[in-house]
């Protein structure tokens, strides 16, 4: 198992990119732009940050209390919709909707979402959206349930892959794209010891089906809630927590903490060569200097 410190080699400088955000999430790097693009949920605005200049931008507002975002093969980005309750597409400034719906039954507050090797998109769909009065608008969960879906751009075919996931949260693959990692964020809002605090893990048969359901890895109470997570090359898991990012090893060690003077809610990779960690703080944007880079870049 590597040391921390071979993954991340100067893992105190941590340099703050940006702040003013009042609850910043869903970060992605653009490589066409060199920006890293991400969200201020209460703000309902999108935030871009410019690796050319050093500059901070507002890109949208009003924009449907966006979270979190992938690439797509095209380049376009394909973001979650809390006030719309669908996944959508940005391409270049212009938003069209690309699924809102499973049968009849709106979808609850889209949360995360990935890019499949097969292009097909992966999203959560928790309730916070619908539920939290600063993350969207007041709802109901109209399938009464917190599903994993898959949708099928071709077919437009959305099925649930993950049912038995209380609040389902982040999401991603492993580098052999046999495995789907899904981050459990329930025990937000409840009290001490209700609800749960863990990754878990799924086999992923045929591309389109999840098996095998268990635990990969259990957050302490100190450590907080797992959010948004992500996957490197080598094949170790990276999830934002209270105490700042916890990066853990294939087999559910744990390699070590990374400590970030405000609760991270989300990260990604990025940067010109892919090794940059970005990390989504509270108010801020951070990055950190890495030796691996994300997982979905060998597809």
């Known amino acids: 198992m590597p040391r921390l410190t071979d993954l991340v080699?100067?893992?105190?400088?941590?340099?703050?990119?940006?702040?003013g955000s009042t609850w910043a999430e869903g970060p992605l790097w653009i490589p066409e732009t060199r920006t890293l693009r991400w969200s201020d949920i209460p703000r309902n605005r999108i935030m871009q940050w410019h690796a050319g200049t050093g500059a901070t931008?507002?890109?949208?507002?009003?924009?449907?209390?966006a979270n979190g975002r992938a690439l797509d093969v095209d380049g376009s980005v394909v973001q979650c919709s809390h006030g719309r309750r669908r996944i959508e597409r940005d391409r270049g400034g212009l938003v069209t909707p690309i699924v809102d719906r499973w049968g009849d039954a709106r979808l609850n507050s889209p949360n995360d979402v990935v890019l499949a090797p097969d292009a097909t998109f992966w999203f959560s769909d928790p309730p916070y959206g619908i539920i939290e009065p600063r993350e969207g608008h007041a709802g109901y969960r109209?399938?009464?349930?917190?599903?994993?879906?898959?949708?099928?751009?071709?077919?437009?075919?959305?099925r649930p892959v993950v049912l038995d996931v209380e609040e389902p949260n982040g999401l991603a693959f492993s580098p052999d794209k046999r495995t789907l990692y899904v981050a459990d964020s329930s025990c937000i809002r409840k009290p001490p010891g209700v609800g749960n605090r863990w990754i878990r893990a799924y086999d992923v048969a045929d591309g389109v089906r999840c098996k095998n359901s268990r635990v990969f890895a259990e957050l302490t109470a100190a450590d907080g809630v797992p959010?948004?997570?992500?996957?490197?090359?080598?094949?170790?898991?990276?999830?934002?927590s209270e105490r700042g990012v916890i990066v853990i090893a294939p087999d559910g060690a744990t390699i070590g903490r990374l400590p970030v003077p405000e609760l991270v809610g989300n990260l990604c990779f990025g940067g010109d060569d892919g090794t940059t960690l970005f990390i989504a703080a509270s108010t801020s944007i951070y990055r950190v200097a890495t030796t691996v880079?994300?997982?979905s870049t060998t597809w």
């Open 9 to 19: 080699p100067e893992p105190t400088e941590i340099e703050r990119l940006a702040t």
């Open 57 to 65: 931008s507002v890109y949208a507002e009003r924009v449907g209390y």
């Open 142 to 158: 109209e399938y009464g349930d917190h599903a994993v879906f898959r949708f099928d751009p071709v077919t437009n075919g959305i």
């Open 227 to 240: 959010d948004g997570i992500k996957v490197d090359t080598q094949g170790n898991l990276w999830t934002s």
């Open 293 to 295: 880079r994300d997982a």
